[in-house]
């Protein structure tokens, strides 16, 4: 086994990082926002979830992707929102 990490995945890694560290502030905002107004955090939440079902549901948001891809995204984008939501009541 190598110690050596290629350039390409070194990229890859960094970006993991970064993204774990946005998603962790993110989640300390969230939890505190859960703690001080829970029914207005969980109707934000569905508002952005009933945002983001009509957005890639049609052609304007992620262009870049086809309708399979989109509906994937979309997909998970969901389903985040709403775990996002139970992990945080169970807290």
Known sequence: MSNDVSPDRAVMIRLRARLAVVERAAWFGFAEAMRRQPEETE??????????????????????????????LGAEVDAGLAQLVEDAKGE
């Not at 979830?49 to 509906?71: N, Q, T």
Request: aromatic fraction near 10%.
């Open 43 to 72: 109707a934000y939440i569905a508002a952005e979830r009933a945002k983001c079902a009509a957005g890639f549901a049609g052609p304007a948001w992620a262009r870049d992707l086809s309708d399979a891809e989109r509906a994937l």
